[in-house]
């Protein structure tokens, strides 16, 4: 059984920065892709940042500041925060995915997810 588990997110402020940590178990980790998404109150789920094999992609919102990167010897995905800015709170979850064609911040693309680690900016 695959499982996700989010770590590292706190309450920090505005132009502070956090590393959060993803550990995935119960299967080949360098076979998925992976993305961290996040979802504020009030507000839909939006993909922020998505790794595959060979590629990145960010979202607007945090391209320049956050950057994802995997460490397959540790089945663990991260995500480094920088400039973080009072919209950037929300409950950050880590997906993985297998097999499924589409864009990269396509949720039906992602089998497993975490459970969430709250990221807190305040200004």
């Known amino acids: 059984q695959v499982q996700l588990v989010e770590s590292g997110g706190a309450s920090v402020q505005a132009g502070g920065s956090l590393r959060l940590s993803c550990v995935l178990s119960g299967y080949t980790y360098s076979t998925y892709y992976m993305a961290w998404f996040r979802q504020a109150p009030g507000k839909e789920r939006e993909g922020v940042a998505y790794?595959?094999?060979?590629?990145?992609y960010y979202a607007d919102s945090v391209k320049g500041r956050f950057t994802i990167s995997r460490d397959n010897a540790k089945n663990t995905l991260y995500l480094q925060m920088n400039s973080l800015k009072p919209e950037d709170t929300a409950m950050y979850y880590c997906?993985?995915?297998?097999?499924?064609?589409?864009?990269?911040?396509?949720?039906?693309?992602?089998?497993?997810w975490g459970e969430g680690t709250q990221v807190t900016v305040s200004s």
């Open positions: 997906a993985a995915g297998r097999g499924v064609s589409g864009t990269a911040f396509n949720p039906a693309r992602y089998q497993h």
């Open positions: 790794i595959s094999s060979g590629s990145t």
